[in-house]
Each structure stands twice: as structure tokens, then as C-alpha cells.
Nanobody, 122 residues
Framework: VQLQASGGGLVEAGGSLRLSCAAS????????MGWFRQAPGKEREFVSV????????YSADSVKGRFTISRDNAKNTVYLQMNSLKPEDTAVYYC????????????????WGQGTLVTVSS
């Protein structure tokens, strides 16, 4: 499956962005979808994950209450709504796909998008 992330950009602290990740080449609804991020000089870290139908989600403590993951299987797309953005949210954001739920480590994911840069100014 191929993944294409989009929606990044420059935003002021306290602002919002919505990232999208469009999938092709596979049965989208058979994949659990995750979002990760990587800041300069840091390891890639887990952000949020959503189950096959969207009935279950889980997010890192650092984004709980601010970020919301969702998916539209009819559009083969997963979203990450980011509100109340902070400068420490600045990173390249990646979407990823895996067959099983409950994976919060990057190496557990099988397919990756190219990343989209989010920059939050103070």
C-alpha cells in the first residue's frame, strides 16, 4: 500500500492544522493506521493510532485532548486534527499502516508515507 501525507505547514502557537494521509494500492480498511512524528535530532515517536473501522483510537499523552485521529474508509484516508498546537509539536509527521492493532513503535509498522512538515511558531 502507498501512503501520501499532506496538510503540513507553518502555524502560530495555539493554532490548528489537519493532516491527511491518502492510501492507494491496497484494501485500506484492512489496515490499522498510525501517525508518528520526528523532530530534528530526535527519534520518531508515536502520536496516534486508529483501528480498522475507526472504533478504537489511542494517542500519546503529549497530544491527548489536543489531537484527534479519524479515518474515512470510503475515501481511503486517515486524518489527524491538531488543535492548540505548541512549538514542541514541530516535527515531520508521518502516517503509517500495519495489519494489527496495539502497535505504538515505529518498527512495527509496515508501510510509511513520505512525511509532511509541521512548524509551530511561538
Amino acid at each position: 500500500v502507498q501512503l501520501q501525507a499532506s496538510g503540513g505547514g507553518l502555524v502560530e502557537a495555539g493554532g490548528s492544522l489537519r493532516l491527511s494521509c491518502a492510501a492507494s494500492g491496497g484494501t485500506f480498511s484492512s489496515y490499522v493506521m498510525g501517525w508518528f512524528r520526528q523532530a530534528p535530532g530526535k527519534e520518531r515517536e508515536f502520536v496516534s493510532v486508529i483501528s480498522w473501522s475507526g472504533g478504537s483510537t489511542y494517542s500519546a499523552d503529549s497530544v491527548k485532548g489536543r489531537f484527534t485521529i479519524s479515518r474515512d474508509n470510503a475515501k481511503n484516508t486517515v486524518y489527524l486534527q491538531m488543535n492548540s498546537l505548541k512549538p514542541e509539536d514541530t516535527a515531520v509527521y508521518y502516517c503509517a499502516a500495519v495489519k494489527t492493532y496495539g502497535n505504538y513503535v515505529a518498527r512495527q509498522y509496515d508501510y510509511w508515507g513520505q512525511g509532511t512538515l509541521v512548524t509551530v511558531s511561538s
